[in-house]
């Protein structure tokens, strides 16, 4: 096929790739039908960008092979080494051409069929489009921990995102470009993409069961996520770690106190020696979580004055 990259796509979907093989070749049997009668049933041209994030399986190689299947709208982009999700969707939002910008998962969780769905939502003039996971196919313990880390995270940061963990979004290219004008080297895109909407939506959208491997992110990367989520957008923690110092000084003031008005009251007395060490072991436990949270928010800083390239490109195919 000689056919060369849709020149002014009106859909771009961006795709992040990460040691996918075993399930690539399913995508492609669901997603380019789906896409082919989407374009026909709206009148729009679409291109897909699959950004490559460091596999070290064949991803890249059956990635090079589609290019060449459907030049028409395919382009790939393969970086260097892993820079990690949320770096790749950065990458295919510097190379997707569309008006309106697309994200979905490589591993089929999120139907490809419902892209059209937020298609519709955007072409009515939506900027940002959330989703909703209905009926989650997800352990029983991602179910509490999502939850629970939604709500600390709207309490913190005040950002409105029913389902966060959800990666099928979409965005205007105002929002888009917003957003890569940011240069953050550590950020959550969709909750990044939210402070700028003018008029977003969520909508319900299925979830299936992965096609073929396993989730990418183990509990000490959505540990990091969250971390990354609440220290880039707020600094409320740092704010609520202010007030329970000076609480806790009233505290143990108000206890250096008592026992110096006891002990001339009583005379020596060692009875309350435990309470005193357990009462030393929580006063240390959380000025260690204090300075575990400034080192959280001073990281940032330092990630960010280094000013390196947040990811690096190897090579992008695609016919022009």
Same mark, same amino acid.
Request: no cysteine; glycine share 6%; net charge negative.
């Given at each position: 096929m000689t056919a060369n990259l849709v020149a002014n796509p009106k859909l771009s979907i961006v795709i992040p790739v990460y040691n996918e093989e $075993?399930?690539?070749?399913?995508? &492609? $049997? +669901?997603?380019?039908? *789906?896409? $082919?009668?989407? *374009? *026909?049933? =709206?009148?729009?041209?679409?291109?897909?960008? &699959?950004?490559?994030d460091g596999s070290k399986d064949r991803s890249a190689g059956i990635l090079a092979k589609q290019v060449d299947l459907r030049p028409d709208v395919? +382009?790939?982009?393969?970086?260097?080494?892993?820079?990690?999700?949320?770096?790749?969707?950065?990458?295919? &939002?510097?190379?997707?051409? %569309?008006?309106?910008?697309?994200?979905? $998962?490589?591993?089929?969780?999120?139907?490809?069929?419902?892209?059209d769905a937020l298609t519709e939502q955007l072409l009515n003039g939506h900027d940002y489009v959330g989703t909703i996971r209905a009926d989650r196919r997800d352990s029983f313990f991602r179910k509490i921990a999502s939850r629970a880390m939604n709500g600390l995270r709207e309490n913190i940061t005040r950002i409105t995102m029913t389902d966060q963990g959800c990666m099928l979004r979409g965005y205007s290219r105002r929002i888009v470009d917003l957003v890569r004008q940011c240069n953050e080297n550590n950020t959550f895109i969709p909750a990044l993409a939210y402070t700028f909407a003018a008029n977003p939506i969520?909508?319900? #959208?299925?979830?299936?069961? =992965?096609?073929?491997?396993?989730?990418?992110?183990?509990?000490?990367?959505?540990?990091?996520?969250?971390?990354?989520? #609440?220290? %880039? &957008?707020?600094?409320?923690?740092?704010?609520?770690f202010s007030i329970l110092g000076m609480l806790l000084s009233l505290a143990a003031g108000s206890l250096f106190v008592y026992l110096l008005v006891r002990r001339f009251v009583l005379g020596a007395e060692v009875e309350g020696v435990f309470t005193l060490f357990a009462l030393t072991f929580f006063l240390i436990g959380v000025m260690l979580f204090g300075l575990g949270l400034l080192g959280e928010y001073i990281g940032r800083i330092y990630?960010?004055? +280094?000013? +390196?390239?947040r990811y690096v490109v190897q090579t992008v195919l695609e016919k022009k």
């Open positions: $075993d399930g690539l070749q399913a995508l &492609f $049997d +669901r997603l380019y039908p *789906a896409l $082919d009668a989407l *374009a *026909a049933k =709206r009148n729009i041209a679409y291109e897909i960008v &699959f950004v490559n395919t +382009r790939a982009v393969l970086f260097h080494s892993n820079f990690g999700q949320h770096m790749a969707i950065m990458a295919g &939002f510097e190379y997707a051409k %569309g008006e309106h910008i697309i994200t979905l $998962d490589a591993d089929l969780q999120n139907p490809p069929e419902e892209i969520e909508i319900t #959208v299925k979830h299936e069961e =992965r096609f073929a491997g396993e989730s990418k992110y183990s509990i000490y990367q959505l540990i990091r996520l969250n971390f990354d989520l #609440v220290t %880039g &957008f707020s600094v409320m923690p740092l704010q609520i990630q960010q004055i +280094r000013n +390196r390239p």
